[in-house]
């Protein structure tokens, strides 16, 4: 009897061990992303886009997948092209989880930019002139109290 309570015992230990692990790792994997910037302007026959970077802070959210991020880091790209050319640009950030899904994709854009837009350029920006940035947190401001006399 007290051989079958040891063994359930360590059962029990190895089941926890295990799902701990699991879930450590679940975490190291949800860490981090790969990411692109495009951008274009309709007055210039230039478009740009940045290589693909790992975000190591870049996480997406749980519900539908999305990266929270992605409209502020493309805001960023969308200044800095503006700032470079004095044009106005739209940009847009695409991201993934996996380098070789990504730079499929990117490779998807260049051979529909030169389909759709002869006589046109796609100009890649390396990683020194423009690197996305994660944007830093908000600090939380602390709650208001009521102070009434």
């Known amino acids: 009897m007290k051989h079958k309570f040891h063994f359930a015992w360590l059962i029990c230990l190895l089941a926890f061990a ?12 949800a860490k981090g992303l790969y ?4 951008a274009s302007c309709l007055t210039d ?10 975000m ?5 959210e749980q519900k539908g997948k999305f990266f929270s991020d992605a409209p502020e880091l ?4 969308r200044q800095y092209m503006q700032k470079t050319y004095k044009k106005p640009f739209f940009a847009t950030t695409f991201y993934d989880k996996k380098r070789d899904k990504l730079e499929k994709k990117l ?4 051979r529909r930019f030169a389909k759709d837009n002869p006589g046109k ?11 996305p940035v994660m944007p830093e947190p908000e600090p939380e401001l602390p709650e208001e109290t009521d102070v009434s006399n």
């Open 45 to 54: 026959s230039t478009a740009y886009t940045t290589t693909v970077v790992w």
């Open 56 to 60: 190591e802070k870049a996480e997406l």
């Open 121 to 131: 350029t796609l100009k890649i920006l390396p990683a020194e002139e423009f690197r």
């Open 74 to 77: 493309s805001e960023k790209f």
């Open 35 to 38: 990411v692109f910037n495009y």
């Open 18 to 29: 295990v799902s701990v692990q699991s879930a450590q790792a679940k975490s190291k994997k």
């Open 107 to 110: 490779v998807k854009i260049k």
